[in-house]
C-alpha cells in the first residue's frame, strides 16, 4: 500500500473511496478484498495497491487473478510469484509476458490449482 491507495467498503452501502488512513483499522481477519494493482520492476519488483475493495462474501471460495505470466511449466502457471497447479485445466496459447486471467482455489494441501482455463487478455485498453 502507498499513500495513493484507495480503500471502497461494499459493506458500507456507499460508493465513496477515501484515503487508505480512514479506514485501513477497519480490516479484520477474514474480510475478502478485491485489489487492483501493479508489479513495480523498476522500484525492486513489489506490488503496489492502487485501489482496495472490501467484497461483501467471500463467494465460491474461488479466487480471481488478471496479471502477466512469469512462468509456464508442464503442470503450472506462475504468476506475481504464485504457482498455480494445472488440475486438468488448460492454459494453452498462454506465453510468458501475456496478460491473462483465471480463477483458482487453495488446496486442502495448501498448493494452488486453476478452476477454470486460463484466458489470455486481448490487451486493448482503449
Known amino acids: 500500500m502507498t499513500g495513493n491507495t484507495l480503500i471502497d467498503d461494499d459493506d458500507d452501502g ?4 477515501r484515503s487508505r488512513n480512514q479506514d485501513l483499522q477497519s480490516f479484520q481477519v477474514g474480510d475478502y478484498l478485491e ?5 513495480r520492476s523498476s ?3 513489489f506490488l503496489e495497491a492502487m485501489v482496495i475493495e472490501r467484497e461483501d462474501d467471500g463467494g465460491d471460495g474461488n479466487f480471481e487473478i488478471e ?24 492454459f494453452s496459447g498462454a506465453e510468458v509476458g501475456d496478460e491473462v486471467e483465471f480463477e483458482y482455489r487453495v488446496t ?19
Not at 14 to 17: F, T
Not at 67 to 90: E, H, K, P, W, Y
Open 43 to 45: 522500484d525492486g519488483g
Open 67 to 90: 496479471a502477466r505470466v512469469s512462468a509456464i511449466g508442464a503442470d503450472s502457471i506462475t504468476i506475481m510469484n504464485l504457482d498455480v497447479l494445472r488440475n486438468n485445466f488448460s
Open 108 to 126: 486442502t494441501g495448501g498448493e494452488y490449482e486453476l478452476t477454470t482455463n486460463v484466458e489470455v487478455e486481448d490487451g486493448d485498453e482503449s
Open 14 to 17: 456507499s460508493d465513496d473511496r
Open 35 to 39: 485489489i487492483e494493482g501493479r508489479q
